[in-house]
């Protein structure tokens, strides 16, 4: 079954590091997304990217954050700066279409960063 | 704005059913959704139900929707250890876009 994949599965970095966290969504989907969970707290939707572009983004989402695609396979989330606060596990998640019940978000396993 | 909530912990003994809560402030969620999470691993979608519904059952999953009272519960039938995870709720809104709305979690712990 197809699923999606991140790496790395944990990341360490330095307070004012740029960190990049990658992941590779179902083949077939066309819409992407990326989520975060702090430790002990909700999951919280960061983006949304369809067609090459953020479709939408959270408040969380602010100047430190950029989603690319680099190629056809790969999704990828920067922070340009990274903050404590940013130390979370990140789950990329895809959809092959815009949800409609069954058709839904498929998630990665998450890559845990810890900025120190 | 939309706020869903959960309690935090369920414990239940093997075999035994488990019900896992959910309630939702905005009446404009269109689907709603339960997620698993085993420790170390992704958010494993389990089961939805649009919102016109009021319940649909999937082998030992039934959810119940009751809209007037802004409630969605998650009944796990004859529970197993291998049930114990945390469960998320998530809800996506009219107009909100492709984001879901997820909820503090249910820690559900299986004791034999």
């Known amino acids: 079954e197809p699923e999606v994949t991140q790496t790395p599965s944990h990341q360490v970095t330095q307070m004012g590091q740029e960190v990049i966290l990658r992941c590779v969504p179902i083949?077939?989907?066309?819409?992407f997304y990326w989520y975060r969970q702090i430790l002990g707290q909700k999951v919280e939707f960061l983006v949304s990217f369809y067609n090459n572009e953020i479709s939408e983004k959270s408040e969380i989402f602010d100047d430190q954050f950029s989603v690319e695609r680099p190629d056809g396979s790969n999704f990828t989330l920067k922070i340009r700066s990274t903050k404590l606060e940013d130390s979370a596990m990140y789950f990329c998640?895809?959809?092959?279409?815009?949800?409609?019940?069954?058709?839904?978000?498929?998630f990665g396993p998450g890559t845990r960063l810890l900025v120190l | 704005g939309e706020d869903v909530e959960q309690s935090l912990f369920l414990s239940v003994r093997e075999g035994d059913s488990s019900v896992i809560n959910c309630t939702y402030t905005d009446s404009s969620s269109t689907y709603l959704y339960w997620y698993k999470q085993e420790p170390g691993a992704g958010l494993q979608l389990l089961t939805y139900i649009f919102s016109n519904m009021d319940m649909k059952q999937d082998q030992r999953l039934t959810v119940l929707l009751n809209k007037k009272d802004k409630h969605l519960s998650l009944r796990i039938a004859d529970t197993q250890t291998g049930d114990s995870a945390i469960y998320f709720c998530?809800?996506?809104?009219?107009?909100?876009?492709?984001?879901?709305?997820f909820g503090t979690g249910t820690q559900l712990k299986v004791e034999l």
């Open positions: 083949s077939n989907h066309l819409y």
């Open positions: 998530a809800e996506i809104l009219t107009g909100g876009g492709n984001k879901l709305t």
């Open positions: 998640a895809s959809s092959p279409i815009r949800l409609a019940g069954s058709e839904t978000q498929y």
